[in-house]
């Protein structure tokens, strides 16, 4: 299970392989690009596989779990309903808060993306997690738990703790 994770999206596009090409062997990497059509998107999808093949990381497919299958991702980030669903894939969810995390555990997931840790971009104005907020809801998740939201390895230092396995970044990873 990777330590570390590059989230994708449109503000990391340009400069996408160097970053990937960067990344500790072995790392993961969530392709989001939801601002491509599925053409495009897809297109996008086969060259960050490629580079994160040369590195030995994992790329997940933010989408639904038969896209996952269909591009033969290895695995699906995303808020599944239903276990069933993601059947045959390593699921990860996005967590904010308990009500998310039970719906998580209800779906399988095996990764929890919990934030945000610290302000971020992605969400701006949110108030941050306090470290006790995050150990409450680490506690709860039935999975690896990685800290999500203004992260950076030092950051990742001053807060991780025995429930919590790695750290994400979009821009910090760049």
């Excluded at 239903?82 to 045959?88: A, E, H, P, Q």
């Excluded at 006790?132 to 030092?154: D, F, K, S, T, Y």
């Amino acid at each position: 299970m990777p330590q570390i994770w590059l989230f994708t999206d449109q503000r990391n596009d340009d400069r996408l392989e160097r970053s990937i090409l960067r990344l500790p062997r072995g790392s993961g990497i969530i392709f989001r690009h939801y601002h491509l059509d599925e053409a495009s998107r897809r297109k996008r999808f086969e060259t960050v596989k490629k580079f994160a093949r040369r590195r030995g990381h994992i790329v997940f497919l933010a989408g639904s779990p038969a896209l996952a299958r269909l591009w033969r991702a290895d695995g699906v980030h995303g808020r599944a309903s239903r276990r069933f669903l993601t059947r045959g894939l390593v699921h990860s969810a996005p967590v904010h808060n308990i009500r998310e995390i039970h719906q998580a555990n209800r779906a399988g997931a095996a990764i929890y993306f919990l934030s945000p840790i610290f302000a971020t971009r992605s969400h701006p104005g949110q108030r941050p997690l306090n470290p006790l907020e995050v150990r409450r809801l680490a506690a709860l998740c039935n999975g690896a738990v990685i800290l999500l939201g203004g992260m950076n390895q030092n950051r990742y230092r001053s807060r991780k703790n025995q429930l919590t396995h790695g750290w994400a970044a979009i821009d910090a990873l760049n």
